[in-house]
């Protein structure tokens, strides 16, 4: 749910400009923050602490801006 509210927010306050025409987002870019977060292995997901980390991490990895 929060994957869905930070994209829905990027798309529509990150519009793309002749400056910044990389502000081109997509579905595409929702499924590699989950894609990222699938890759952790279970003996390295101690709690729920190190998820939240994660998806922190991954966000911003592809929504860098």
């Known amino acids: 749910m ?8 990027i798309t529509a306050e990150l519009l793309p ?4 025409s990389h502000y081109t987002f997509n579905l ?3 499924s590699k923050v989950i894609q990222g977060i699938l890759q952790i292995q ?5 709690n729920v602490d190190t998820i ?8 911003a990895r592809v929504f860098r801006v």
């Open 28 to 30: 595409r870019d929702l």
């Open 17 to 20: 400009t002749p400056d910044k």
């Open 2 to 9: 929060c994957s869905i509210g930070v994209y829905s927010r």
């Open 52 to 59: 939240l980390l994660l998806w922190v991490h991954e966000t």
């Open 42 to 46: 279970p003996k390295n997901c101690p």
